[in-house]
């Protein structure tokens, strides 16, 4: 079987409870599930964002609580690197589909070095690239 590897937002909905998700990532056994490091990167930056945006006790005491979750769910999944191989990778893809997003790339150069896929909504992007078949496990 193949190694399937959440993408940002699929990510997302996981760790938000979203039930086809969670039974779709549950039914998946541990060693063929990981997200790359460009995700982990994405959601702590976000996560981070808020706490900079925070104006009231509340608002930091959630930002900072969300931030601990996200690391503790984190720490429990297998991350992929961005080694060499996938960066040059990356750079190919990004010479063609410059409409693309470079997080979107990036992710997309990993999968394509581990000949593992995508678990993402985002069609659009993704269906751009030759030879990169993903899953949407949020329908």
């Not at 409870?17 to 599930?33: D, K, M, N, Y």
């Not at 995508?118 to 992007?125: H, L, Y």
């Amino acid at each position: 079987m193949s190694l399937h590897v959440l993408d940002t937002d699929m990510l997302t909905l996981y760790q938000a409870g979203r039930a086809f998700v969670v039974q779709r990532v549950q039914a998946c056994p541990p060693t063929q599930l990981a997200v790359c490091v460009i995700s982990v990167e994405e959601e702590l930056t976000g996560w981070y964002t808020k706490l900079r945006m925070a104006k009231k006790r509340d608002q930091l005491a959630r930002a900072y609580q969300r931030l601990a979750d996200a690391i503790g769910f984190l720490s429990h999944v297998r991350i992929l690197p961005f080694p060499e191989p996938a960066i040059d990778r990356y750079e190919t893809l990004r010479k063609s589909h410059r409409h693309v997003s470079k997080n979107d790339l990036r992710i997309a150069a990993i999968v394509l070095e581990l000949g593992a896929t995508p678990v993402t909504r985002n069609a659009r992007d993704f269906h751009q690239i030759a030879g990169l078949a993903f899953e949407d496990w949020s329908k």
